[in-house]
């Protein structure tokens, strides 16, 4: 169980263009889903966090308007990178908050999107 | 200081060798301990997860957690090549809604 999905998983694409990252949770319903990026040798680094139906919380020093996020549904998250640049190729990783028995919510990852942008 | 601090590594081992990882910590909320395991290009895999002090074992693997030295640790026995990734630490303060805070991650080599 709690297994959450990419699409895609690589892309390429010309700067300038933008490019739409989904995130699904497969065999439960997430209260919560969170965007991640990652360089290479480095962690993850959080870059919003989002619940179903309400706008996402960004960290601070992240784009709103450059890295869209929708929590259409309790299944379903979708980060676009608008107006991509090569300084945006990265490893982006989705995860789904799943309320365990505990009371306490324990993230699970989803297999990662590699952005190059050219 | 860093909230969260773990060796980056690489960890060598030969295979069969027990495996001791580690973090340690800064903010004393932290109740909530999480180990993951990422292979190269892949997204991270929860292994083991353990609220407050104490021990848990889970196979080949255990995790301990000690508060009053903000300290935790994943121990590897009869280690595989197969255990070869990066491990990430990681913890957070409260229940319900939980942002993590994640260690940088040790790399680990198992050799056959």
């Known amino acids: 169980g709690a297994v959450v999905s990419q699409h895609p998983s690589w892309v390429i694409c010309k700067s300038g263009t933008s490019v739409k990252i989904e995130c699904r949770s497969l065999?439960?319903?997430?209260?919560?889903m969170f965007w991640y990026r990652q360089f290479p040798k480095q962690s993850l680094m959080l870059m919003a966090t989002?619940?179903?139906?309400?706008?996402?919380?960004?960290e601070q020093g992240v784009e709103k308007d450059k890295f869209l996020i929708n929590h259409a549904s309790l299944t379903l998250s979708t980060l676009t990178v608008t107006s991509a640049h090569p300084e945006d190729s990265s490893f982006y990783i989705c995860?789904?908050?799943?309320?365990?028995?505990?009371?306490?919510?324990?993230?699970?990852f989803g297999p990662g999107t590699r952005l190059t942008v050219l | 200081q860093k909230e969260v601090e773990q060796d980056p590594g690489p960890l060598s081992v030969p295979e069969g060798a027990i495996v001791s990882l580690n973090c340690t910590y800064s903010?004393?909320?932290?109740?909530?301990f999480m180990w993951y395991r990422q292979y190269s290009r892949k997204g991270p895999e929860l292994l083991m997860y353990?609220?407050?002090?104490g021990n848990k074992e889970d196979g080949r693997f255990t995790a301990q957690v000690d508060k009053s030295s903000k300290y935790i640790s994943l121990f590897i026995r009869d280690s595989q090549p197969s255990d070869s990734a990066t491990y990430l630490c990681a913890m957070s303060a409260g229940s319900g809604y939980s942002t993590l805070t994640f260690g940088k991650g040790t790399m680990l080599l198992v050799s056959p």
């Open positions: 989002s619940n179903e139906g309400s706008k996402a919380t960004y």
């Open positions: 903010n004393s909320a932290f109740q909530y």
């Open positions: 995860s789904a908050s799943h309320a365990r028995q505990e009371g306490v919510d324990t993230q699970y």
């Open positions: 065999d439960f319903q997430a209260t919560t």
């Open positions: 353990t609220y407050s002090s």
